[in-house]
């Protein structure tokens, strides 16, 4: 994509992302490049001391953000066929509230394969989010998201690319009730000439916020010059 997904440029329309240690201060392992078979390589974190909660938004009952702590992440990449990538990660953390705390586990898993022939690129990716499931949590209503993205790109020439991607977001609540999944559509596409690069980006958002009807249309214009 040559601006990005649609959930990463303007509106992000409630579409809620795997939570990882990047959001908290942490110690960070990863195995050198070249050294493991098929391009792999393997990463380990551990969260240092606490951050927000931002798997659980929109929690009107425990009033303010709860905070996390000891948090573990680790992931996986390997370049196994030229023009082929895999990954897949895994992050769970702790709750420092014990009512949030109780019952299930926040846990965010994530996995995508991209390819890339001549002028030609596809990615598909696929999120699971499992937030903390206590008493007050938010997840007393919403136990499980569910996020599908793919898209493809390509490189008219060596001046100009156009990309499109699909986002889909699916709440599950924990007793049965009508569900309304987020559909984010972008297209997208990046000119160059000399030092100047325009980025063009038409975006439209269905059910926004896991709301029925509630669909927005964007526009989004970058240039950057390089001197």
Known sequence: ?????????????????????????????ATPAGMLPFGLVAKAAMTMGSGTDTNN???????????????????LEAAPLEGLTLGASYFTVTQESVTAEAGQDEENG?????????PVGVGYSKALIAPASGVGA??????????????????????????YGVEKSHRNKTTDGTEDDIKIDT????????????????????????TANQNTNEAHLVLSMAF
């Open 187 to 210: 297209i997208q596409a990046a000119y160059t000439m000399g030092g100047m690069t325009a980025t063009v980006g038409l975006k439209d958002i269905e059910n926004g916020n896991y």
């Open 110 to 118: 994530a996995y995508y394969v991209a390819y890339k022939m001549g």
């Open 138 to 163: 938010n997840a007393a209503t919403y136990n499980a998201y569910e996020n599908t993205s793919y898209s493809i790109g390509f490189v008219v020439n060596e001046s100009l690319s156009v990309s």
């Open 1 to 29: 994509m040559a601006l990005g997904y649609g959930s990463q440029i303007g509106n992000s329309a409630g579409y809620l992302d795997p939570d990882d240690a990047s959001s908290f201060n942490n110690l960070a392992y």
């Open 57 to 75: 938004p929109g929690d009107s009952t425990l009033g303010t953000a709860a905070t996390e702590t000891n948090g573990r992440n680790y992931s």
